[in-house]
């Protein structure tokens, strides 16, 4: 079975920085695109960033470019989301999702994603 599990949420101060993980297990991990979507109250779910298994590239929202990077570690079936600079904004829950059928121009649709984790809050406090 896909399991992803997300962590490493929290509440920090605008400017501070977070680091988000996701291990993921169950499937071939290179073979996937796999990201992090997330979800403010009273908001739709939105792509925040995500590797393309297709092409090897990574998306990331214009609203995170420059502040959010994405990485992983293929030994241990990881990937991570360091978030310097948060803002108040970027307050919502995170999702980490998987899925082995994105295409590179759908890789922010959160529809095209059949894995989630459970979410992560993100709290940033101005």
């Known amino acids: 079975d896909v399991q992803l599990q997300a962590s490493g949420g929290g509440l920090v101060q605008a400017g501070g920085s977070l680091r988000l993980s996701c291990a993921a297990s169950?499937?071939?991990?290179?073979?996937?695109?796999i990201g992090w979507f997330r979800q403010a109250p009273g908001k739709e779910r939105e792509g925040v960033s995500c590797?393309?298994?297709?092409?090897?590239?990574?998306y990331y929202a214009d609203s995170v470019k420059g502040r959010f990077t994405l990485s992983r570690d293929n030994a241990k079936n990881t990937v991570y989301l360091q978030m310097n600079s948060l803002k108040p904004e970027d307050t919502a829950i995170y999702y980490c999702?998987?899925?082995?059928?994105?295409?590179?121009?759908?890789?922010?649709?959160?529809?095209?994603?059949?894995?989630w984790g459970q979410g992560t809050q993100v709290t940033v406090s101005s």
């Open positions: 169950g499937f071939t991990f290179d073979d996937y695109a």
């Open positions: 590797f393309s298994s297709s092409d090897g590239s990574t």
């Open positions: 999702a998987a899925d082995g059928g994105v295409i590179q121009s759908s890789l922010r649709d959160p529809r095209q994603y059949d894995y």
